[in-house]
Each structure stands twice: as structure tokens, then as C-alpha cells.
């Protein structure tokens, strides 16, 4: 549970410690408007009420017997007086030990009492700022504390939610296999059934792509590389052609994977994303439409290429087309398009060291680009993989 913090409060009082009582207050008469309160030694400073916080102190000493500066280091990080500002009035003689043990302003016992009620207003100044200063920190501290609190709470119910749905939609999925091979089911319940498999299907990739973001984000999600081979690149997409579902069969699909040098990915994550993208195109064309998976060898990159010539994105979507829940948009099968899928193919882009984008252009077509770097995995993954 977080503290209770309260704002520094206004004329918080200045500690005069050793001095005369006549001498106070004749400081009190320079200055009306400043609360002065007078401590006998410095084991009484230890004894001071809850809550008080001086903004000031004045140590009127003139004996070089006393243990001031063993006591003052004490002083400085004692509960309350943390942000109290510290003068000595001492022979000069004392002024580097003084000064060394932490005191803020050292000045002659004989000081004129204007002068030092100048140097006591300045010193306050500096531990109001100090204590607001403080105070801001604390807010900010239990800030971040309620929104880690609520990010916990936020990753156990989406976790809790993503593995109790993910049981039930799978015996759906397989349920609706099983129908879809009965030779009794009329033709026109085919089509009904394969609309239910594929919204179905599509409620399975979103609420996984759901608990994968939150583990992206939370750094909880750690790549298992492999070397991959271009015709191991090409298994992986076509696998993720048959994650995406039956759908893709109303398409006309092209797949060319160039020979490539080793390419070091996690095959699961890569495969994921290429569902996404596969996905993300087959929702935005219609019937007979065209779909492309391609790849190419630049530099030290390999530049894996998803196309359609659907609906293509509106210019002002595309900022934030990466973002999870930042872009919503209607789909040309009438589904909204929550943009969750995406922020996970750019969350597993990065992770790889890559990045991916889009060009598009509306009403003629969208190509997702996934860059991802070629060669042998770097030592610091090699780290990561050991650590985990």
C-alpha cells in the first residue's frame, strides 16, 4: 500500500540550537514574519514532535569542545530533517570542520543580525524548494506504484481471460472440423459453417495476439532462435496459411521465397506474424483477390513481403497502424479491425532487431514489409537465451 503524502506546509520554522534566549529574541524582532523555535542542544533535535519539519537551522557555538561536527552528518539524515538547511555561527577556526560534516553557511559568532537574517531567509528558500521538490517526487512514486499495481492486475486478468477462452474456442474449431467432413450437411449450411470457422478462428488469433502484446511489452516473451533455411522459411509460411484458416482458399495466393543466407528467427513468433499478415490481407480483399508472400535479400537484410490489392489503408490511418487499439477500422467483410494483430507483428519485428511497415495505396492494394537481419545470431541473444 502506498503512503499518504501531504504538501509541505507554508513558514515552516527555523531551529535556533545553543543560543540565549534574550539573543532569539532580538532575531525574532529582525525577523517578525519567520517562525523561530528554540532547541536546547543537539540531543533535543533528535527528540523533535512527528511532522515537524524545520526549514532551517542555527547553531550558535562557541566552545571547540562541543561534538558538532560528529553530531551534524547524524543530523542531516535524521527522520524530518532531511531537507533542513544548516548555519553555523562559530569561531572561524571551526569552519572547515563544519563545513566538511555538512553545514550549508558558516559565519562569525559576532555576525551583525541583519546579515544573518539574510543568509537564514536564503537557506529557507533552498529547503522549500527542496521539500517541493520532495513532495513531487513522492506524488510521482505513487503514481508509478498505483500503475504498476494496476498493470499486474491488468496482465493476470488478461492472462486469465486469453487461457480460459482459448480451451472452449478450440473445441469449437474442432467441433466444426468434424461437421465440416459430414457428407449429410447440405450445401447451403457449408457456407454458414465456414463463416463460423472463420470467425472463430479469428477469435482464437485475437485473444492470443492479445496476451502475447502484454508479454512483449512486459518483457516476458523471449525468443527461441533457430537457423532457418530458406525452404524452412517456406514451411513456416505454410503453416501460418493454414493458421489463417480455410478463407485463404477463395484467394489467389503466390509464394516465393529466394535463397537466402541464414536467417536466425524464432520459428513460432515469425510464424505468428505471418498469420497476422496473411490475416490482415485476407479480411481486406475480396473473393478471387490477390495475395502475395515474397521475399528479397538487400544488404543484410532479408525484406519478407506480404501484398494484396484490396481496399488498400487510408493515409491518415497509417501513422498509427502499429499501435494496438490506437486504429479501428471497418473491414470489407464488415468487421471492425481492431489493429491488435499488428501491434504484435511490430512488437515481434523489434524483438527480432527488425522492423516492419506498409505502402499503400487506397483502393488499389496494401504490401506489409518485414525486415528482419541476416547471419548468425549476435552474442547478446546468446546471453538472453542463457539467462532464461
Known amino acids: 500500500m502506498s ?26 524582532r529582525v525577523m517578525p514574519e ?13 527528540r523533535l514532535p512527528d511532522g515537524l519539519r524545520p526549514s532551517a537551522a542555527v547553531i550558535v557555538s562557541g566552545t571547540v569542545s562541543d561534538r558538532w561536527p560528529d553530531v551534524l552528518p547524524v543530523l542531516r539524515r535524521h527522520a524530518g530533517l532531511e531537507s533542513t538547511r544548516w548555519l553555523a555561527l562559530t569561531p572561524p577556526e571551526r569552519w572547515p570542520a563544519l563545513l566538511a560534516a555538512g553545514a550549508d553557511v558558516t559565519l562569525p559568532l559576532a555576525s551583525p543580525l541583519s546579515m544573518l537574517a539574510q543568509q537564514i531567509q536564503a537557506l529557507v528558500r ?13 506524488q510521482v512514486e505513487s503514481a508509478l506504484e498505483g500503475w504498476e499495481r494496476e498493470e499486474r492486475v491488468r496482465d493476470q486478468l488478461v492472462h486469465m481471460l486469453v487461457h480460459d ?35 472463430t478462428s479469428h477469435l482464437l488469433h485475437l485473444s492470443l495476439n492479445m496476451l502475447d502484446v502484454r508479454k512483449i511489452q512486459a518483457g516476458k516473451m523471449h525468443l527461441k532462435r533457430e537457423q532457418m533455411t530458406a525452404a524452412q522459411l517456406e514451411q513456416t509460411v505454410q503453416q501460418a496459411m493454414g493458421d489463417v484458416g480455410a478463407g ?5 495466393l503466390t509464394v516465393n521465397i529466394v535463397p537466402m543466407p541464414p536467417l536466425s528467427a524464432d520459428p513460432t513468433m515469425l510464424r505468428r506474424v505471418l498469420a497476422n499478415l496473411l490475416s490482415n490481407a485476407l479480411k481486406h480483399t475480396t473473393q478471387r483477390g490477390l495475395i502475395g508472400v515474397q521475399t528479397e535479400v538487400m544488404g543484410q537484410e532479408l525484406l519478407l513481403r506480404v501484398s494484396d490489392n484490396g481496399e488498400g489503408i487510408p493515409a491518415e490511418d497509417i501513422p498509427r497502424l502499429f499501435a494496438a487499439f490506437e486504429q ?40 506489409f514489409t518485414l525486415a528482419l537481419p541476416l547471419g548468425q545470431q549476435s552474442q547478446a541473444d546468446d546471453d538472453v537465451e542463457l539467462l532464461f
Open 3 to 28: 503512503a499518504e503524502y501531504t504538501a509541505p506546509e507554508a513558514n515552516r520554522p527555523v531551529l535556533v540550537v545553543g543560543a540565549a534566549e534574550a539573543w532569539v529574541t532580538e532575531l525574532r
Open 34 to 46: 519567520q517562525a523561530m523555535l528554540p532547541v536546547l542542544s543537539a540531543e533535543a533535535l533528535l
Open 126 to 138: 533552498l529547503s522549500e524548494e527542496q521539500e517541493g521538490l520532495r513532495f513531487q517526487l513522492q
Open 165 to 199: 477462452l482459448k480451451n472452449p474456442i478450440t473445441a469449437i474449431l474442432g467441433l466444426l472440423e468434424v461437421v465440416a467432413d459430414d457428407p449429410r450437411l447440405p450445401d447451403d449450411a457449408k457456407d454458414l459453417l465456414e463463416v463460423a470457422r472463420d470467425e
Open 248 to 252: 485463404l482458399s477463395d484467394r489467389q
Open 328 to 367: 479501428s477500422r471497418l473491414t470489407l467483410h464488415g468487421r471492425f479491425d481492431t489493429g491488435m494483430g499488428l501491434a504484435f507483428c511490430k512488437l515481434a519485428a523489434e524483438e527480432h532487431g527488425g522492423r516492419i511497415w506498409v505502402d499503400s495505396v487506397r483502393g488499389e492494394g496494401s504490401t
